[in-house]
């Protein structure tokens, strides 16, 4: 399947979710219910225009319930119920969810979101014509979702957080194969791109709004943040690792587009890391790396034994954002959500 097929008609999300195997569900008709529900209120407060971060209790809940229904059946069929469409916050936030649970959901959540780039291609197009804020910032999270989405179909050894087994040791998986290392290398290259366009994105916001990482704003902005430092610190280690076997097997004048490439990627990165490490906000989540002042240097074989793997460490759950105003656009007034005719 080619998931980055242009689509002339709009994407059916229904259409598309009817798709989606059901693996397991509860056999008791009552339980069933009662679960369903608590599922569709942990995605209608996760998934609403409050310009708050999503308490992490509502996103937790949800990637529990991938792994009680094996799958993400039932999130996707809600997710035709949560008004995308309507706020630029709401899309944002989805967007979040949606990366969370393709990380930490299910090893299935990841199949079964596969067939749904197209969606995100329509999603995110539709979002970037508010050319500014949050519609900058929403179609940057589509496509880095897009992207991701595509690496995992081609990837399969790679799960939703990115580990791989063998000690995460990428050089293991394609033995002496070095055509595949070489697209691989290339791949993780255009995954870290979406990456550091997506944190480009946010930081411009964050700047023309002159919100800071202890507001509402800023946290709700900055947030998906915590994920980039996490992804990006293990593509880093198998990019730079992917390097030194392809110059350990092939001639460095092949490999100069590469070396060039890693170079600017590297400034961008620690541009990133050093940005996040100043901010307040993230101080008591996540242990941000600290790069080197320079990149590994694939000319000299022995600079590979002064590479240290950077590693990314979450200190604390995020903190639940204080309450503030109700302001749901989503109906959940409603207990007959007609969930169960979609699954």
């Not at 596969?114 to 949050?134: C, H, M, T, V």
């Not at 255009?190 to 919100?211: C, H, K, N, P, W």
Request: hydrophobic share 40%; charged share 20%; aromatic share 10%.
């Amino acid at each position: 399947m080619n998931i980055y097929n242009k689509h002339a008609s709009t994407v059916n999300l229904q259409q598309l979710v009817t798709n989606i195997p059901v693996r397991r569900k509860a056999p008791d008709q009552l339980e069933r219910d009662k679960f369903e529900w608590t599922q569709w209120q942990s995605a209608s407060k996760a998934v609403n225009n409050l310009e708050t971060p999503a308490k992490e209790k509502h996103v937790r809940n949800l990637i529990l319930g991938t792994f009680r229904l094996e799958g993400a059946k039932l999130f996707w069929s809600m997710c035709t119920k949560l008004q995308l469409e309507s706020h630029p916050i709401v899309c944002w936030k989805f967007c979040y969810v949606i990366h969370r649970l393709l990380r930490d959901g299910h090893k299935h959540v990841v199949h079964d979101s596969i067939p749904l780039a197209a969606y995100f291609d329509q999603l995110g197009k539709f979002w970037s014509a508010l050319r500014q804020s949050y519609g900058t910032m929403t179609y940057r999270y589509c496509r880095l979702i897009i992207v991701k989405l595509g690496f995992h179909e081609r990837n399969a050894m790679f799960s939703g957080n990115l580990n791989i087994g063998e000690g995460n040791d990428v050089r293991k998986i394609f033995n002496e194969n070095m055509d595949a290392y070489f697209q691989l290398s290339i791949e993780l290259m255009d995954y870290m791109e979406e990456i550091l366009g997506l944190v480009d994105a946010v930081f411009t916001s964050l700047d023309q709004s002159r919100a800071n990482s202890m507001t509402a704003s800023g946290q709700c902005r900055l947030h998906p943040l915590i994920l980039c430092v996490q992804d990006s610190s293990l593509l880093y280690d198998y990019i730079v690792k992917v390097l030194f076997k392809l110059h350990d097997n092939l001639s460095g004048d092949s490999l100069t587009g590469h070396r060039t490439r890693l170079i600017e990627v590297f400034r961008r990165l620690k541009k990133f890391y050093d940005q996040v490490s100043t901010l307040q906000y993230f101080r008591d989540l996540i242990k941000v790396p600290v790069l080197p002042d320079n990149p590994p240097n694939f000319k000299i074989k022995e600079d590979f034994k002064n590479y240290h793997t950077p590693v990314a460490t979450i200190v604390t759950p995020p903190p639940e954002p204080t309450q503030v105003i109700e302001a749901s656009l989503i109906d959940t007034t409603d207990v007959n959500i007609n969930i169960k005719s979609t699954i």
